[in-house]
C-alpha cells in the first residue's frame, strides 16, 4: 500500500508539473509522500520504492524521427555510397566520398586564475570563471573510405570559408588526381540548394554535391569525427589564445591521419526500410488511439 501511495505521489508531480521527474528534487517527492503517508519516510526508501517500478519516468531518450518530406530519396543515395555504390554501379577506385561541415563557434576560454596542473592524489584543478578569448569555427572534409581528415580554422563561417576548405582538400593527393569527388553537406546557409551544387562545380567539375535530408546530420560521418573532438580534444577547453585552439585542432588532426581508420557505418538501406515501417505502425497506432477516444467521447 505505501509503495502505490508512493508512485502515485511521484505521478502527480509530474502531471503538475509537466516537467519529467528527472527535473524534480527527491526532497520535494520525499516531503510528498511523508505528507501522504502520514508517517517519516526516507529519502533512500522513497527512491528505492520508485525505483523499483517498471515505468521509469525520470529516463527519457531522443530519438530520431525523419522530418523531410523527401527523407528516402536524400538518404538513400548517401547510404548507398556508405555501402560503395552510386546509382546502382560500385565506385571505382580513384572514387573519394568527402563528409564535410563547419563546427560553430569553438570559444577560447582564458582561465582567471590560471588552472593548476594535476599533481598526485589529485587531478588539475580549473578555473570555473573565465575571459572570452574569442571564437573559431572550425571546417573539417572527412574521407569516408579511408578514415583521413583535413579541417581548418576561419574567422567566421560563409561560402569563401567553405570555398577554402575545398581548395585545401583538392590541393592534395588522392583527391588532385581522382576521378569523382563526392562532397557530402548538410542543408546549412553555406552549401545549401542548386545555387551551391552549379558553385562547386564551377571549382571543379569532379565535385558531386550530395546534400543529407533537412533535420538529419546524423547521416553525415564527419559529425562523428566532431563529437570526437568535442569529447577528447576541447575539453576542458583551458587555452592561452585562440591560436592555442587551432593548434590542437591541427595536431588532433595530424595523430588520426597517422592511422586512418575509416567508421564502421552499420546503417543501410535495410535498416532505414524497417526505421520507417516501424514509425509508420507507429503513426497507425497513435491514429487509431485517437479515434478510440474521439469515439468513446462522442
Known sequence: MDQALVKAVACELLAATKQPLSRQSLADVTA???????KPSSRRTVWR??????IKPWRYKYWIFPRDPHFVAKA???????????????????????SADEKTSIPARLRCPPSLPPAPGRPAYIENEYERGGAWPYLAAWDVRRGSVMGRCEPTTGIEPCGRLV??????????????????VDNGSSPRGAAAKQRLRQVDSRIILVHTPVHASWLNQVEIYFSII??????????????????????????????????QWKFDRTKLTALLAKIEARQMALAEA??????EAA
Open 32 to 38: 510528498r509522500a511523508r505528507h501522504a503517508l502520514g
Open 49 to 54: 520504492i520508485v525505483d523499483t517500478d517498471a
Open 76 to 98: 538513400g543515395p548517401i547510404l548507398d555510397l556508405y555501402a560503395g555504390m552510386w546509382q546502382g554501379q560500385p565506385l571505382g577506385p580513384k572514387d573519394h566520398i568527402l
Open 167 to 184: 581548395h585545401q582538400v583538392l590541393a592534395e593527393e588522392p583527391y588532385r588526381s581522382g576521378e569523382r569527388l563526392f562532397w557530402m
Open 230 to 263: 568535442q569529447r577528447k580534444v576541447l575539453p576542458p577547453n583551458d587555452v592561452a589564445d585562440l591560436e592555442a585552439i587551432r593548434l590542437r585542432l591541427a595536431l588532433y588532426e595530424d595523430l588520426s591521419n597517422q592511422s586512418p581508420t575509416p567508421f
Open 290 to 295: 485517437q479515434c478510440t477516444r474521439l469515439e
